[in-house]
Each structure stands twice: as C-alpha cells, then as structure tokens.
C-alpha cells in the first residue's frame, strides 16, 4: 500500500504541549547475550558502566551505560530469546528541563488518553519521571534529573538510590544531592 504523503503532513499537529523535551535522554535494548552486548558497547563502542543490576532486581539482568556525564545513554537488559527481531526497544526516554514538566506532562498525557504506566523515581540514575505507552505499545519516558557521572567515573552508591511509586512521593522522599524544586505547587495530586 502506497504511503499517502498528504495524509501525513495532514496529521502533524502544531498543537504544543505543556512541556518542552530537550533531547532523546536514554534507549533501553533487550539483549539476547548481555555479557557479549556490554562487551561490545564497551568495548567496541567506548560507553563506560555506571550501574547493574542483577536478576534481583532486573530478570535477565540490566546494565546501564553513558558516553557523556549523564548516568546512562543507553541500558541493555538480558533474556531477550535469540537474534533481533527488530523489536527489542524496551523503552526510550525524553528529558524535560524541569520538574514541573514531569508534573506538567503527567497532566497532559492524562487528558490526552495516554496509558500511564508509572510515575515517581526509580533506582539507578533517581530520575523522576512519567512513562506511558505510545499508540503501538511503546514504552516511553519524560524525566528530569538525571544523576550526572563525573570525570572520576563513580555514580551514585545504591544505598542513596530511592525509589518512589508516584511524583509526590518522589518530591516528598528526595535521595541525597537531589532537590526536587516544584515551583507550581498546584500541580501536586491530593491522594
């Protein structure tokens, strides 16, 4: 079936949203090998490890890898069941410049008929963060607060990570070093 050009332009809306993403901040990619995978994103590719989690806390495991001071550009998690298929995308994150974005977007996403699937702080990298489900079922992200690695190459220690089953829980429960500044207090969910 030929692709209708006309339709696609029809359908670009110019409708902008409460929030402004910044950049693609993180691509999760389920790995059949992780072992051999960290070997070449490492090795081959230069990205330095920042954190892992074991089939604790991950089934397959999870490695979460960066190419700049962000805490991860890129994270593989194990058990995918062979060669790629092509659908392997486990989920892709968009930075925003500020908490009240999250909180913003959050909103948005709700009024848009979005599935919300979390909201909150988890583990490694503290971000907060809303994820949801684009219309084919993927995973995605809109976050602030990425821990930055520095040049002497340590994260964050897991003991400091905090996790939070909502974004008020996690304004109301910050980690060490992370100040979750709201400016729009209205934004905040009365439970």
């Not at 696609?8 to 693609?24: E, G, T, V, W």
């Not at 070997?39 to 490890?49: C, H, P, S």
């Not at 060669?83 to 500020?98: D, N, T």
């Not at 996403?109 to 684009?134: K, M, N």
Request: with cysteine; aromatic share 6%; proline share 7%.
């Amino acid at each position: 079936m030929p692709v209708d050009t006309e339709a696609l332009r029809a359908a670009i809306s110019n409708k902008a949203p409460p929030f402004d993403l910044r950049k693609i901040g993180h691509v999760v990619l389920m790995v059949a090998d992780l072992k051999r995978s960290v070997a070449f994103y490492t090795g081959v590719l230069g990205f330095k490890v920042s954190d892992i989690y074991g089939d604790d806390m991950m089934p397959g495991g999870m490695v979460f890898m960066r190419c700049n001071p962000d805490h991860h550009g890129i994270a593989l998690v194990g058990g995918a069941p062979g060669p790629s298929q092509k659908r392997e995308l486990h989920h892709m994150a968009f930075e925003v410049g500020s908490l009240d974005e999250v909180f913003r977007a959050r909103k948005h996403l709700r009024e848009c008929g979005a599935t919300i699937i979390f909201d909150g702080r988890r583990r490694a990298g503290v971000q907060i963060a809303v994820e949801f489900l684009d219309p084919d079922g993927h995973n995605l992200e809109i976050y602030w607060g990425l821990d930055q690695v520095g040049s002497d190459g340590v994260a964050r220690p897991k003991e400091q990570w905090r996790g939070a089953k909502s974004l008020e829980e996690a304004v109301a429960n910050p980690p060490p070093g992370q100040t979750p500044l709201l400016r729009d207090a209205s934004l905040l969910e009365q439970k």
